[in-house]
Nanobody, 115 residues
Framework: VRLVESGGGLVQPGGSLRLSCAAS????????MSWYRQAPGKERELVAR????????YYGDSMKGRFTISRDNAKNTVSLQMDSLKPEDTAVYYC?????????WGQGTQVTVSS
């Protein structure tokens, strides 16, 4: 299993970023995918999750209405569109899949929201 995130960077408050995760090593279309984030000194938290066929989506409370998770099962990618970004969204964002009984993580991509 391999997960590779991209798309992080520095953005001003109120701006937008789109993160992508390229997945390989498993049958992507059969598994729910998630985005987590971890800010300095804080625990890793669930940002959003999407079911295997994209019929069900979950968002953390502070992300609702601002973030949108999507997936392309033909391209084995999952994306996170982040709008109206706030300084408190600053964190390393990780792509995740639970394959079998094991959580797999990407290397993470840094998102910094600052003026």
């Amino acid at each position: 299993v391999r997960l590779v995130e991209s798309g992080g960077g520095l953005v001003q408050p109120g701006g937008s970023l789109r993160l992508s995760c390229a997945a390989s090593g498993f049958t992507f279309s059969m598994y729910a995918m998630s985005w987590y984030r971890q800010a300095p000194g804080k625990e890793r938290e669930l940002v959003a999750r999407i079911s295997s066929a994209a019929g069900s989506k979950y968002y953390g409370d502070s992300m609702k209405g601002r973030f949108t998770i999507s997936r392309d099962n033909a391209k084995n990618t999952v994306s996170l569109q982040m709008d109206s970004l706030k300084p408190e969204d600053t964190a390393v964002y990780y792509c995740n899949v639970m394959y079998g009984a094991t959580d797999y993580w990407g290397q993470g991509t840094q998102v910094t929201v600052s003026s």
